[in-house]
Nanobody, 122 residues
Framework: QVQLVESGGGLVQVGGSLRLSCATS????????MGWYRQAPGKQRELVAT???????NYADSVKGRFTISRDNAKNTAYLLMNSLKPDDTAVYYC??????WGRGRNEYDYWGPGTQVTVSS
């Protein structure tokens, strides 16, 4: 069974940095897209950044220039480097992957991690 697990969240001061990691487990044939979403209290889950297997990236306007998404395709792992953190970045961050498990043909499925809390204090 495929699973995603985030790590690296925590408490950081304004202007600080954190690096989130998303590790996958299970039998995976191919990962199309990996990404990060976040959800702040009382708000809907929103896109932060995504990266395709072809190295194309996409960022929310609010994090452009501050956050960097990367992937290690050999390890089926994604990272999110967050610099110049602001209080508005406080949220639970979720890892996302659109992938094809082994034995499922070419069908792609969406998977989510349980989330990791990021708190930016002023």
């Amino acid at each position: 069974q495929v699973q995603l697990v985030e790590s690296g969240g925590g408490l950081v001061q304004v202007g600080g940095s954190l690096r989130l990691s998303c590790a996958t487990s299970g039998h995976i044939f191919n990962i199309n897209t990996m990404g990060w979403y976040r959800q702040a209290p009382g708000k809907q889950r929103e896109l932060v950044a995504t990266a395709t297997s072809g190295s194309s990236t996409n960022y929310a306007d609010s994090v452009k220039g501050r956050f960097t998404i990367s992937r290690d395709n050999a390890k089926n792992t994604a990272y999110l480097l967050m610099n110049s953190l602001k209080p508005d970045d406080t949220a639970v961050y979720y890892c996302y992957a659109r992938l094809t498990p082994w034995g499922r043909g070419r069908n792609e499925y969406d998977y989510w991690g349980p989330g990791t809390q990021v708190t930016v204090s002023s």
